[in-house]
Antibody, heavy 121, light 108 residues
Framework: QVQLVESGGGGVHPGRSLRLSCAASGFDFDQYTMNWVRQAPGKGLEWVAFISSDGSNINYGASVKGRFTISRDNSNSTLFLQMNNVRPDDTAVYFC??????????????WGQGALVTVSS | EIVMTQSPVNMSVSPGERATLSCRASQDIRTTLAWYQQRPGQAPRLLIYAASTRAPGIPGRFSGSGSGTEFTLTISSLQSEDSAFYHCQQYSDWRLFTFGQGTKLEIK
């Protein structure tokens, strides 16, 4: 079955960097687009970034553009989110999510359990 | 950016009654809308996609409707386990997906 497992979360000081990973299994990872979505404490969901199956198309939400980088390693079925120059308002649970069908985008039936990132001095 | 606005922000409904949640898009998104349920400490769970299609395994008391800019999630015959946050998401613009701010549903 589809499994998505995030890792790499933790505490980080403002201005520093952190890299999240999302290990995928149970499906052909290299044939699916992938997303990062985050949720600040007590807040709604915020879409963060999208990457196409081959990594050639990438999009970011306005609040992270220029600071975060989404990437993927299809040979190891892993999705990454490099977070640079983090700010306190980046504090959130970060989820990776997969759409329903190959090479598609849009709604997300499959989610990881989330990784908590806390930005604080 | 397509802005999604959900209402109400909070609602409290008795078991067995019906809950109606709304989601409005700032521009026409046809039927490219999904609804998610999220219980505390859990990942979101897809309920509805394409505005009105139930995801596999979702009970029939969850239904979605609407198109264009106005959408509704209806939960009939509420049960205690329906207490959760509910989020809508537009995927019309593949370059920038957006979610609503969420509705917290409490079962009295």
């Amino acid at each position: 079955q589809v499994q998505l497992v995030e890792s790499g979360g933790g505490g980080v000081h403002p201005g520093r960097s952190l890299r999240l990973s999302c290990a995928a299994s149970g499906f052909d990872f290299d044939q699916y687009t992938m997303n990062w979505v985050r949720q600040a404490p007590g807040k709604g969901l915020e879409w963060v970034a999208f990457i196409s199956s081959d990594g050639s198309n990438i999009n970011y939400g306005a609040s992270v553009k220029g600071r975060f980088t989404i990437s993927r390693d299809n040979s190891n079925s892993t999705l990454f989110l490099q977070m640079n120059n983090v700010r306190p308002d980046d504090t959130a649970v970060y989820f990776c999510g997969r759409p329903s069908t190959k090479f598609s985008y849009g709604y997300l039936p499959f989610w990881g359990q989330g990784a908590l990132v806390t930005v604080s001095s | 950016e397509i802005v999604m606005t959900q209402s109400p922000v909070n609602m409290s409904v008795s078991p067995g009654e019906r809950a109606t949640l709304s989601c409005r898009a700032s521009q026409d998104i046809r039927t490219t809308l999904a609804w998610y349920q999220q219980r505390p400490g859990q990942a979101p769970r897809l309920l509805i996609y394409a505005a009105s299609t139930r995801a596999p395994g979702i009970p029939g008391r969850f239904s979605g409707s609407g198109s264009g800019t106005e959408f509704t999630l209806t939960i009939s015959s509420l049960q205690s386990e329906d207490s959760a946050f509910y989020h809508c998401q537009q995927y019309s613009d593949w370059r920038l997906f957006t979610f609503g701010q969420g509705t917290k549903l409490e079962i009295k």
